[in-house]
C-alpha cells in the first residue's frame, strides 16, 4: 500500500463488459418505459411537457414529464442507475468506479428532489419496472392532490420569484 490513492491518479476503469449493454440502454433520453408512460398519461388525457429545464432557485433540473402548472415533475428511473432496491445489482467491480458513480447517482436524485420541493413541486420518481397503470395513476394522484391544494405555496413562491 502507499500513502496515494491510486483511483486519484489512474483514469476511471472501463465499465465491465456484462453490464455495458445495459448501461448504454438506460442512456437513452426516450427509453421504452419513460415513452410507455407518457402514451398512457396521454391516454388519460394528461397534457405535459418534455424536456423543459426547470431553474429552481437551489440549481437548475430537467424532468422527464414535466406539469409546470401543476407544479409536479415526474422522473421515470432506470434500475441500474438509480440503484432500483430489487433490481440494482452491483456490477462486479475491483476499483470502486460503479459504486462511486451509482453514489453520485443517488447524491444528485436528493439534490434534485430536494430543490424541487423547496420550490414548492411535488417529485413523482417511477422505477423503470413499475406496471406503467400503476405508474400512471401516482402521476394522477400527484395533479389532483397539487390542483386542490397547491396554489397558495406557488402563489407564494412566484411573487418571491418576481422581486428578483
Ligand atoms: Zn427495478
Not at 410507455?36 to 411537457?49: M, N
Not at 445489482?89 to 447524491?107: C, E, F, H, Q
Request: charged share 25%; glycine share 6%; net charge positive.
Amino acid at each position: 500500500m502507499t500513502t496515494r490513492d491510486p483511483a486519484m491518479t489512474l483514469p476511471p476503469a472501463p465499465p465491465p463488459s456484462s453490464a455495458t449493454a445495459t448501461m448504454r440502454a438506460n442512456r437513452a433520453t426516450n427509453t421504452g418505459p419513460e415513452v410507455a408512460l407518457r402514451r398512457e398519461l396521454h391516454a388519460r388525457g394528461c397534457r405535459y411537457r418534455l424536456g423543459v429545464r426547470l431553474v429552481l432557485p437551489a440549481r437548475a433540473v430537467r424532468p422527464d414529464v414535466t406539469f409546470r402548472k401543476q407544479r409536479v415533475a415526474v422522473f421515470v428511473d432506470g434500475c441500474f442507475w438509480h440503484s432500483c432496491p430489487t433490481h440494482g445489482r452491483k456490477p462486479s467491480d475491483p476499483t470502486g468506479y460503479w459504486a462511486a458513480k451509482l453514489g453520485r447517482n443517488r447524491d444528485r436524485d436528493d439534490a434534485v428532489n430536494r430543490a424541487l420541493d423547496e420550490a414548492g413541486w411535488s417529485v413523482i420518481r417511477i422505477w423503470e419496472h413499475e406496471p406503467v397503470a400503476e405508474a400512471a395513476d401516482r402521476v394522477i394522484a400527484a395533479l389532483q392532490t397539487s390542483a386542490s391544494g397547491g396554489h397558495q405555496r406557488v402563489a407564494t413562491l412566484e411573487t418571491r420569484e418576481s422581486r428578483r
